[in-house]
């Protein structure tokens, strides 16, 4: 016997509390039949992990570029050990900045949710309070963080901070570097040819993008861990969230008022 739409029984969904309520409404987004809003599409979801990917392998061989493995023996006709990490972190960078320029352009034409890590959302009445509560949260001073559809203030201040602003930089120095070694006259040194001079010359471009590289590792860490914690004690599924596209809402005030009889 079938449990079919037709003959199965209608539970209604729980309603959002007024705590909950205003923010799913402001962010535009649609809510589901369970407890939960659909967030982010395949796009956002695709470029969040492709970009994970591209950081990690360019960690990697940018630390090795600027601290090389000691010599090994043999010819140098029978390695390529240089080459090759040259060949990944040059290729993780080209499509890291790809990438990027496809994220900022979702920023420019999709919804408010889109453009939060790029312009921190001040212009919410909410926001300041908000970002109180969150450190509380974060200090162990208070139960569960505010439900948020996105990102919380804190979380968009951190990703512009250390994440918007240093990939940008990363980017903009990265293609600068790598025209310094195309030559004179070539498409990117006519391009960002400026960058290195700006910045007092190409040993400083390449301290100052070694050390952007801290920062965006700094973050990181620093997200790998509240996102684990929000969603393992906070009542919201902020790990799911990046892989489905839906936020779901489990939390003891999320979706009943705790003053209502």
Not at 55 to 82: C, D, K, M, N, R
Not at 95 to 103: K, N
Not at 165 to 188: C, D, I, K, R
Not at 248 to 255: A, D, E, L, M, V
Request: glycine share 12%.
């Amino acid at each position: 016997m079938s449990d079919s739409p037709a003959t199965a029984a209608v539970v209604p969904p729980p309603s959002p509390s007024s705590a909950l309520a205003p923010r799913i409404e402001e962010s535009g987004v649609p809510e589901i039949e369970t407890r939960g809003v659909h967030v982010y599409g395949w796009g956002v979801r695709a470029w969040h992990w492709i970009t994970t990917l591209c950081i990690l392998v360019l960690v990697i061989t940018g630390y090795l570029i600027g601290s090389p493995l000691p010599s090994i023996s043999g010819q140098a006709s029978e390695h390529f050990l240089f080459g090759t990490v040259r060949f990944l972190h040059f290729g993780a960078g080209m499509i890291l900045a790809v990438g990027f320029a496809y994220r900022t352009g979702l920023a420019v034409v999709g919804g408010p949710l889109h453009r939060e890590i790029f312009m921190p959302r001040v212009d919410k009445r909410s926001f300041r309070h908000d970002f109180w509560a969150e450190m509380k949260w974060y200090m162990f001073a208070k139960d569960e963080p505010n439900p948020e559809v996105g990102h919380n203030p804190i979380a968009q201040t951190s990703m512009f901070l250390l994440f918007t602003l240093p990939t940008a930089f990363l980017v903009v120095t990265g293609l600068a570097l790598y025209g310094e070694g195309e030559g004179a006259g070539s498409v990117l040194d006519r391009w960002f040819g400026w960058v290195g001079p700006l910045l007092g010359g190409s040993q400083s471009m390449h301290t100052l993008h070694h050390l952007a590289m801290y920062a965006v590792v700094t973050f990181a860490i620093v997200h790998v861990y509240a996102v684990l914690r929000t969603d393992l004690m906070g009542g919201q599924s902020t790990m799911s969230v990046i892989v489905s596209g839906y936020r779901y809402f489990r939390g003891k005030g999320h979706f009943h008022d705790e003053n209502a009889p």
